[in-house]
């Protein structure tokens, strides 16, 4: 049994069964045990793109870096990451926008949950000087670009599912030998506003996406820019249930291990770009991770990084098909760009 879990059973013994978002919460954030908090695992119980493939971030600085222009090239501006994990995805982008225009105008902010990451990104992003946002207050200062990789799908979700005709919302509490246990909220659930798909008996819903979407509409009113988001999930008809939980690579129970393994949700991206357009903001996609990077010119850059580096030829063209190929990546992870209202389209979508 982990530490957390024992914390959570005291608590849940004393207070009573807690929402899955809660426990989500719990188990990524607890300060003392969550996953994220104390022992994140990227490369170890998950792999990201930008830990694939370099040509990842390249990409999305060279995009970051057109979009920069697009809004007139502005002599204040920031590239913001939220989620930004071991800093490799920062690093690769402003390399690529550096060699392009030698990185003037853009300071780079960051936000991030975890102390052990932000120690690992102000270590890795030394030269770059970022900033670190405690919360998404300061954003709307500069015009500004936020990107984040794999960050909605950590963002806690509540779920519910109809019983006897109303809505309850599904809890994790104690079983008969007091373990821990997913059940139903014997009250009735005052379900977020939430549109349903015909005949659904079940729903899932990240609350955190309407407050995303009120920072940028806060942000937008003041400053122009946008947020690009990358992550698996769908863009229509999302399921009710798709808590899961990892740990070195493996899939297992979301009640297993909590705080040391991965827990993660998928993103409803149609969702999200509705509360955005509700919001006034003009959304984009979600358009596929395959077709966007294939777009965006990185065969190109594969091709050019192969020449650079004969040796790992065989190496920079398995990661980058990783990344593409719709049996793996590509078709599964989708990208979705929310902008201040009056842009043009962004360039991929
Ligand atoms: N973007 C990186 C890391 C993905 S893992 C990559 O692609 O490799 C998820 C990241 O989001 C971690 O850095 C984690 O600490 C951070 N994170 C999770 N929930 C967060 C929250 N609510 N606020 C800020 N950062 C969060």
């Known amino acids: 049994m982990t530490r957390l879990a024992s914390k959570l059973k005291s608590l849940i ?26 022992r994140p695992g990227i490369g170890r119980d998950f792999i990201t793109a930008p830990e694939i493939s370099q040509v990842f971030g390249e990409m999305l600085g060279l995009w970051a870096l057109h979009e920069w222009q697009a809004l007139g090239s502005p002599e204040r501006f920031s590239l913001v990451e939220a989620g930004a994990g071991r800093g490799t995805m920062m690093d690769d982008m402003m390399r690529a926008v550096r060699q392009a225009n030698g990185g003037q105008g853009f300071d780079v902010a960051i936000n991030e949950a975890s102390p052990v990451y932000s120690a690992a990104q102000k270590e890795r992003l030394s030269d770059l000087h970022p900033s670190f946002l405690g ?57 977020p506003a939430f549109e349903m798909r015909d005949g659904a008996t079940s729903f899932e819903v990240q609350p955190a996406l309407e407050t995303l979407v009120d920072v940028l509409k806060d942000a937008f009113s003041v400053v122009p820019g946008r947020a690009l988001f990358i992550d698996y999930g769908v863009s229509e008809g999302a399921p009710g249930d798709t808590l899961r939980a990892f740990q070195r690579g493996l899939q297992v129970g979301p ?94 979508f």
């Open 13 to 38: 013994r004393a207070g009573g069964p807690m929402p899955v978002s809660a426990y989500m919460n719990a188990c990524l954030h607890d300060p003392e045990h969550g996953y994220y908090a104390t």
């Open 135 to 191: 919360a998404f207050q300061s954003i709307g200062e500069a015009p500004f670009i936020l990107i984040a990789n794999e960050w909605l799908d950590c963002l806690p979700a509540r779920q519910f599912v109809q019983s006897d005709g109303d809505w309850h919302e599904k809890v994790v509490g104690l079983d008969d030998q007091g373990d821990l246990a997913i059940g139903i909220a014997t009250d009735k659930a005052n379900a």
């Open 255 to 348: 009640l297993a291990l909590p705080g040391s393994s991965d827990l993660t949700v998928d993103v409803d991206f149609g969702r999200l770009r509705r509360l955005a357009e509700k919001a006034g903001l003009s959304g984009h996609g979600p358009v596929e991770q395959g077709p966007f990077l294939m777009g965006l010119g990185v065969e190109a850059r594969m091709h050019a990084l192969i020449r650079a580096n004969q040796g790992r030829a065989e190496e920079i063209y398995k990661g980058v098909t990783r990344l593409v190929d719709p049996a793996e990546m590509g078709r599964r992870f989708k990208v979705i760009c929310l902008s201040a209202p009056g842009l043009a389209a962004p360039v991929g």
